[in-house]
């Protein structure tokens, strides 16, 4: 009790309670600043133990000091901060050491898993590893205390001559998950390791060599394996997931619906990669009618040939409603059924329908399934249509944490951008977009926006790629670029393919208003929702549409849509 007194009598005790109750308000603000602004975890640890040993010190000084006339130092107190102040430094060098030594675990709890392309040395079997991985990303991501990243980043990897840690810091995963692929008719070998990207170090390998027809047990063991060497206990909700997803009822018909997302990886503008994943799809519906996964990817496919494919588009769609119909009663729990039936429903303009889809597809989505960048995109796409700009670019965000190699959300980010008139936004965004062929569209319709339109003609031509929207910013640049006659030439193009092709009257009616010409900008777009041009949910946030936007006719046709 007399210690008690004394403790009262020197502040100790009011100085050690402002004292935690600062280090508490100073924390938080890190771990938020950090967080918003993707700031070194290694910040928060460090500051993290200075505070710890700072409060001896408090005490130490508060006890030496506290009463009055007692301001000098003693040799005993020096020796004490002395021995504080070693503490201290012991601590900082042990954490920063322990940090740089280990992947940072979020405070969420989560790791951050990448599962890196599985190789094979049989070079006829590529297609086989590839969908090993792709099926791993989808069976981690049941786990929810992992966050798994997108297989649309792990295949940006294929082949890398990259480092392990150059890998983990581009994608932010705290783990990468390795592995070798050999198949022969009957048999499967797959070894599997879980690397430290930060050391190298090999926490865990593993190898099967099974008959083909354990390949989904092993899948599932991968996974469970990978939880527990992170420490992580399955939740009955983890178990349950994981004994409801999907399995191939015939190993051939499995086969063929690799064969077929290996092609649909493939397809970047011309469309024969996806004719050749419509026939192994074919054959693979004709071994099992109830394969959900085949008629998934087969309506997602419908969905891309809707923009390329002479057969009436809306025919295209409407056969994948019934697939996607049939593939959501067999496999409820399928994220990528949602998201293809939402990406149908809104280019069918049934925007109500697509967004009940879409936040199912969100809810149920591990983020490695086939279409989830996809059906985000289309959400996205969604909550520009219906002008919620801001909620637009939070879903981006969200969508590149998950998938840092994200680049389809890049037109619907700088929609939503200038239509909040961001040009700052605008200005940063085309600092980050790398040089490529891939990119150079995005790349180009930044500098549209920007009005640096030399500079967004030559990133078009870049590109080498004839998409109906880069055709649309093309036309329109040459106009502000002063270059009339170019401008004029791709019109009258456009004009013709409109006679038999539905999706470039809006492109027609945006060119048009870039131009200032009110009548024909207003004839093109009556003429695109006549069509039912696919892109015209996406009016309200074309900048050069503001001119028409709010035209009686105008109004009318976007109320129909309701928009």
Request: aromatic share 12%; net charge neutral; glycine share 4%.
């Amino acid at each position: 009790m007399q210690f008690y007194q004394k403790l009262k009598e020197r502040n100790v005790i009011r100085a050690v309670i402002i004292y935690i109750a600062s280090s508490w308000g100073v924390l938080q603000a890190v771990d938020f600043f950090s967080n918003r602004y993707n700031g070194s975890p290694l910040l928060f640890d460090v500051l993290f133990v200075v505070l710890i040993c700072g409060l001896p010190l408090v005490v130490i000084i508060s006890w030496f000091h506290g009463l009055p006339l007692h301001q000098k130092v003693s040799k005993k107190e020096l020796v004490l901060i002395s021995l504080n102040v070693v503490l201290a430094i012991v601590a900082v060098w042990y954490s920063v050491s322990s940090s740089s030594s280990k992947p940072f675990i979020s405070k969420s709890g989560k790791s951050r898993v990448l599962v890196m392309p599985f190789t094979t040395t049989d070079t006829s079997r590529v297609y086989f590893a590839d969908g090993i991985t792709t099926d791993l990303v989808t069976e981690i991501g049941k786990i929810r205390a992992f966050t798994t990243i997108a297989w649309n980043t792990s295949f940006n990897y294929v082949n890398s001559s990259k480092s392990f840690k150059e890998i983990a810091e581009e994608t932010n995963a705290t783990h990468l998950l390795i592995g070798k692929v050999q198949r022969s008719t009957s048999k499967v070998r797959i070894n599997v390791s879980l690397v430290d990207p930060t050391s190298n170090e090999i926490l865990w390998t593993e190898s099967w060599d099974e008959d083909i027809s354990k390949i989904f047990d092993i899948q599932k063991r991968i996974a469970i394996d990978v939880s527990r060497q992170l420490s992580f206990q399955l939740t009955p909700e983890d178990e349950r997931k994981l004994s409801a997803r999907y399995r191939a009822q015939n190993l051939e018909a499995y086969d063929l619906l690799l064969k077929a997302r290996a092609e649909v990886r493939k397809f970047y503008g011309d469309p024969q990669p996806l004719y050749t994943a419509t026939k192994y799809l074919d054959e693979a519906l004709a071994i099992d009618p109830n394969f959900p996964d085949a008629l998934i990817v087969k309506a997602y496919i419908r969905t891309e040939l809707t923009w390329i494919d002479k057969l009436d588009p809306m025919v295209q769609l409407e056969q994948g409603r019934i697939e996607i119909t049939k593939a959501l009663e067999l496999y409820p729990a399928s994220s990528d059924a949602h998201a293809v039936a939402g990406l149908i429903n809104f280019f069918t303009w049934n925007m109500e329908e697509a967004r009940k889809n879409f936040e199912a597809s969100w809810e149920l989505s591990n983020y490695g399934e086939t279409s989830i960048y996809q059906c985000n995109c289309g959400y996205v796409g969604y909550e520009i249509a219906k002008g919620n700009y801001q909620e637009a670019i939070r879903i981006i965000e969200k969508i590149e944490k998950l998938d840092p190699n994200y680049i389809y959300g890049s037109i619907e980010r700088l929609i939503a951008y200038r239509s909040l008139n961001d040009t700052l936004k605008i200005r940063q965004r085309l600092h980050s977009k790398s040089d490529s062929a891939r990119t150079a569209p995005y790349e180009a319709a930044y500098l549209y926006e920007l009005g640096n339109y030399k500079q967004s003609i030559e990133s078009f031509k870049k590109s080498g790629v004839d998409f109906i929207w880069p055709t649309t910013y093309l036309a329109s640049v040459y106009y502000k670029a002063g270059l009339i006659e170019k401008s004029d030439s791709m019109m009258q193009e456009m004009i013709r393919l409109s006679a038999t092709e539905r999706n470039y009257d809006l492109g027609l009616s945006i060119i048009y208003a870039a131009r200032k010409d009110k009548v024909n900008a207003i004839k093109w777009f009556k003429s695109a929702y006549e069509k039912h041009d696919f892109w015209l949910p996406y009016a309200r946030g074309d900048a050069d549409l503001r001119l028409i936007i709010n035209e009686p006719e105008i109004v009318s046709i976007l109320a129909k849509l309701n928009l």
